[in-house]
């Protein structure tokens, strides 16, 4: 499995397991989510990406159970998390309306109960998960800057930020913002031409794609041209559509990390089989065309 490399400290798998969806499943528990993570690191997918939002503020809890479980595992893992949605559920359930909170209150509350919840000492990647449109950058560099310090952090970066967003924070941390979080796909692939892309680029900040299978709308309707193009793509490589999907992101050479979140045992197995071929320049074009229903000027 290809590594990124994030800082002298940090590395990261290509692929990244999303555990945005794993509490969707009905039949969830810490012995299910064990195998998943064991499907993962038995391919080298090391990097596993949560959010204490997800499952209701729930999905941290049950990773920890996990991670309890079967300690052995940690250490072999890279843990993402992000904080700073406040939503009226869980353990905010008496806030009146959702909203963002990036005081530094709010983050050191968010990070001692993502360490507690998931029963760890350190969080690898701490990701502020949306622009707070209330932020005091001065503050919030300030506190991200102390829980790296204090160890409680390795690395700081960002989700779904702009990239005057991210110029806006960097310039209140010390420490580097390591990475951004976007939605990226064959069907939402604005970022290849609206200048995000370009600016993570150039500030060499990681990108990671969520959503990289446009939540399964790729594969819904097997009628549709860009589906048959990744079919017709999928068996010259004897490969899965859905890894032609996430090769065209890899393809891209600002070193696009896909965040995968099927909970389909089978299908976690082969997410590593997106790295096994390259797609030409000419396929990788023929997508592009297909996606946006135009070929370029």
């Not at 809890?61 to 998390?81: C, F, S, V």
Request: hydrophobic share 40%; aromatic share 6%; glycine share 6%.
């Amino acid at each position: 499995m290809q590594r990124i490399t994030l800082s002298d400290s940090l590395s990261v798998s290509r692929i990244i397991y999303g555990l945005w969806r794993h509490t969707d499943d009905q039949n969830i528990s810490s012995q299910k989510l064990q195998s998943k993570i064991e499907a993962c690191l038995d391919q080298g997918i090391s990097t596993f990406d949560q959010a204490d939002i997800y499952g209701g503020y729930s999905s941290e809890a049950l990773l920890g159970e996990t991670l309890k479980q079967a300690p052995h595992l940690r250490e072999n893992m890279e843990i993402i998390t992000k904080c700073d949605i406040v939503a009226p559920i869980g353990i905010y359930s008496d806030k009146r309306v959702k909203h963002y909170d990036t005081s530094a209150q709010h983050i050191n509350f968010s990070v001692e109960r993502s360490l507690s919840q998931m029963a760890i000492d350190q969080i690898d990647l701490l990701l502020l998960h949306r622009p707070d449109p209330l932020m005091d950058a001065q503050e919030t560099g300030a506190v991200l800057d102390a829980l790296v310090a204090s160890g409680k952090v390795k690395g700081i970066g960002v989700s779904n930020f702009k990239p005057w967003d991210i110029d806006l924070l960097q310039s209140c941390t010390q420490n580097r913002l390591l990475t951004n979080q976007i939605e990226i796909s064959l069907l939402h692939n604005s970022a290849f031409t609206n200048g995000d892309l370009a600016y993570l680029q150039q500030h060499k900040i990681a990108p990671m794609a969520w959503s990289p299978l446009g939540g399964g709308a790729l594969f819904k309707d097997k009628q549709t041209p860009l589906w048959q193009k990744l079919n017709s793509i999928a068996k010259s490589y004897n490969v899965q559509p859905s890894s032609v999907a996430t090769a065209w992101l890899i393809r891209h050479p600002a070193t696009i990390m896909p965040i995968m979140g099927s909970n389909d045992l089978q299908r976690i197995k082969r997410l590593s089989e997106a790295l096994s071929f390259d797609l030409s320049r000419e396929e990788w074009f023929e997508l592009l065309q297909i996606a946006t229903g135009k070929e370029v000027a």
